[in-house]
């Protein structure tokens, strides 16, 4: 296929059209070697730079988490809501987040504005195919979420869902 479906697969609505482009294959097509040298040199300098940076930004996310956690039972995150100073430092995460996303390499842009909470009190993000679900996850300014209980008893990642 090569990234092309045609009339013979049956995945055209319309026969006449004969070749149509499958969203769902990438073929990279380098065909000089410029750009060939490019994709090469950009791979090996631009990668573990960002990889780096990814890292500083989930450390730094993971720390600032633990310490606007500090003092705090899971009795009580369940029963009241993060206010005060614990409350921005969850901002700060949420930014954090985000240009954790940006230095990946992956934008978004948010259309429009969140209905509020009488409107649409809940928002369900599925299928949980690709990273642009957890990216959702940021820029609602972290919801609850419902993962199974082992999720949170991760030591890395844990304190964050709790955050």
């Known amino acids: 296929m090569n990234g092309k479906c045609t009339a013979s ?9 004969k070749i149509s482009l499958n969203p769902f294959v990438h073929t990279l097509e380098l ?6 040298i490019k994709a090469g040199l950009l791979t090996v300098i631009i990668l573990p ?4 940076v990814i890292m500083c930004l989930l450390i730094a996310a993971w720390l600032i988490a633990c310490v606007g956690l500090y003092g705090i039972t899971e009795e009580e995150l369940q029963e009241k ?9 969850r901002d700060l995460v949420t930014q954090l987040g ?6 990946g390499g992956m934008r978004y ?23 642009f679900d957890a990216g959702m996850v940021y820029e609602t300014g972290f919801p609850s979420i419902i993962a199974r209980r082992e999720s949170g008893l991760n030591p ?5 869902f709790y955050n």
Not at 31 to 36: D, L
Request: positive net charge.
């Open 98 to 103: 985000r240009w954790t996303y940006y230095a």
């Open 49 to 52: 730079i960002r990889l780096c």
């Open 109 to 131: 842009t948010v259309k429009g504005k969140q209905a509020p909470r009488e409107e649409a009190p809940i928002l369900v993000i599925a299928p949980h195919s690709t990273f």
């Open 9 to 17: 697969d049956g995945l055209l609505p319309d026969p006449k059209n």
């Open 81 to 89: 809501p993060l206010t005060g100073w614990r409350r921005k430092l």
């Open 156 to 160: 890395f990642l844990g304190s964050m």
């Open 31 to 36: 065909t000089s070697t410029y750009e060939k």
